[in-house]
């Protein structure tokens, strides 16, 4: 090891592990059907009760909740138009106070979704920049008019699908929109929104919340002169947002002094982390830079490539090798595998491997996710096994915020992956709390037998393998801190890695084959290890360090030194 794993003090946010919610789809708790800040109160004890020895609860260390702010809910949530409300939706800001106070008193962090790359086309700010182009507020968003013998301003596309420029008949101009033409983006180069920004920020820092998220990290900054992004090689497909080299509308240079700014605004606060997605289709290099510097800009920028690769130990171990390669010596890694807006893991996963035990699948891929350098993002959900909801009737999705493009496609809805969390075998699988009530989105047909009361009686359960991992990554340093080192060096069938420290080495091994054993062919001492957790070996046993590893088996291994 090159530097001492415990040479320094790690942070919350380092060692923890942080579970997202959904709030709509978690928990309802005032009866209506749609998930509120009531119902993740009543839900805090399955999370972490505050009892380390508890024997029911997750034990996760912190909540990052998707938006909660007043909002029209066209992308339910994402289109603000009050950042220092709470939306009726999901309560009041008392009821907030509680969630925090009483999160807090578990030893729970709250950590809030913050979106500022754009607002709704409701939000008071929008409404005035509308009005004329004299208006105080005339430079808040991204205006432009198009050249003569021009129909948009440029060629910025919409990741939703088709232009990003949508026109205003009251001021006459055009504004743009990354996303749904609902969300114009605000102009990150006024100081006056810059300042406004950061008010939002203090306001939800003095209230006590933990840090952020930020949504869509690396649009806020857009060229100053509106350029036209080059087309790729080859493309014909102009309306297609892939088929561009985004120069012009996100990774500016200035956006970095934006994520600095906000970083250097939350130190000035005790103890918060500061998240960014660094958008879904960027590339590691592009995100591990929003480290800064100087480690000045994300404590946790978030990643798409290990999520988005395929159900195979070669290229897994591909994506954790370039991320501990290109991660900052003063950075720190960010794993996940599922969120809000991409399928579920085993949904995916599935679909690639040859095996149909979507249960082993799902204990081997939480191994690795919680184990592995970094601190994981839990999705609601994932500790159960729970998949996508295919079987959602047209007239149920939700997802209104995909816009069909110039071409006619349409991204396809998110809603499969925000289902109402499965808590029992009750009507509508516990989601209002036993009562008949239908929920904001169908619930997923098998929760009758996938759910927290059914799994939590199962010792076999993925819900009781992640509760028995988390315990096990909680007690030990190497798992939360240690060096990371990989064994094999071209995986193909099975993983081995360790995790290190001065004191502790925990060895990790991982058989993706479903048919056959694998030699487990180290050059280890292989006398003395205490089983730590295993599908195939007694926990808390000494054994010699097995020969093979046998079909999907997961088993994690422990040597300490005085």
């Not at 205006?143 to 939703?160: A, I, K, V």
């Not at 996710?369 to 970094?374: E, H, Q």
Request: charged fraction near 25%.
């Amino acid at each position: 090891m090159s530097e001492s794993a415990s040479s320094r003090t790690y942070r919350w946010w380092e060692t923890g592990v942080i579970y997202q919610i959904y709030p709509l789809t978690f928990a309802d708790g005032n009866g209506d059907g749609i998930g509120d800040l009531r119902g993740i109160i009543e839900r805090l004890d399955y999370l972490n009760d505050g009892d380390p020895k508890s024997s029911s609860a997750l034990g996760i260390n912190a909540i990052w909740l998707s938006p909660i702010n007043k909002s029209p809910m066209i992308d339910n949530g994402y289109d603000i138009v009050d950042y220092q409300d709470i939306c009726p939706t999901f309560g009041t800001l008392d009821d907030f106070d509680e969630l925090l106070a009483k999160a807090h008193d578990r030893g729970i962090k709250i950590v809030l979704d913050l979106v500022v790359n754009h607002t709704s086309n409701q939000h008071p700010w929008f409404v005035e920049s509308c009005t004329s182009q004299d208006h105080p507020k005339a430079d808040w968003y991204l205006w432009q008019t198009p050249f003569e013998g021009q129909d948009r301003p440029n060629n910025w596309q919409s990741y939703f699908g088709g232009t990003g420029w949508t026109y205003c008949k009251q001021r006459g101009q055009f504004y743009f929109h990354t996303f749904n033409q609902n969300q114009p983006d605000l102009n990150w180069q006024n100081p006056d929104v810059r300042a406004a920004v950061y008010e939002i920020v203090r306001f939800w820092l003095d209230r006590g919340v933990d840090g952020f998220r930020l949504d869509a990290s690396s649009v806020y900054s857009k060229d100053p002169y509106f350029r036209d992004n080059p087309l790729k090689y080859g493309a014909t497909d102009k309306n297609d947002y892939n088929n561009y080299h985004h120069l012009y509308d996100k990774n500016l240079p200035e956006n970095h002094q934006i994520i600095r700014e906000l970083r250097t605004l939350l130190e000035t606060y005790d103890d918060r982390v500061l998240i960014g997605e660094t958008f879904i289709d960027n590339r590691l290099y592009d995100s591990v830079i929003f480290h800064g510097v100087d480690n000045d800009e994300l404590h946790l920028p978030i990643a798409f490539e290990f999520p988005f690769s395929p159900w195979y130990p070669g290229y897994l171990q591909r994506e954790i090798e370039k991320k501990e390669k290109v991660t900052p010596a003063d950075g720190w890694p960010c794993y996940f595998l599922d969120n809000h807006d991409i399928p579920r893991h085993l949904s995916r996963w599935v679909e690639c491997s040859l095996c149909v035990d979507a249960n082993a699948i799902a204990k081997a891929a939480a191994t690795l996710l919680l184990t592995i350098r970094g601190t994981p993002l839990l999705y609601y959900g994932q500790e159960l096994g729970m998949v996508d909801n295919t079987d959602i009737p047209e007239d149920q999705l939700q997802d209104h915020a995909v816009v069909k493009s110039d071409t006619g496609e349409t991204p396809p809805p998110r809603d499969g992956a925000r289902t109402p969390m499965q808590w029992d075998d009750s009507a509508h699988a516990g989601f209002s709390f036993g009562k008949a009530v239908q929920p904001w989105l169908p619930v997923h047909a098998n929760y009758p037998d996938l759910n927290v009361q059914s799994e939590l009686t199962d010792p076999d359960s993925i819900l009781n393998f992640y509760r028995r991992l988390l315990r096990v990554r909680q007690h030990s340093p190497a798992l939360q801190y240690g060096c990371w080192r990989s064994l094999i060096h071209y995986p193909h069938e099975h993983m081995a890695y360790l995790r290190e420290t001065e004191t502790e080495t925990v060895l990790i091994a991982i058989n993706f084959a479903y048919e056959q054993p694998f030699t487990l062919d180290v050059s280890l001492d292989r006398e003395a290890w205490t089983v730590l957790l295993s599908t195939d070996h007694e926990v808390g046993k000494a054994i010699d360090l097995p020969d093979t590893l046998q079909a999907f088996e997961v088993t994690l291994l422990q040597k300490t030194r005085d």
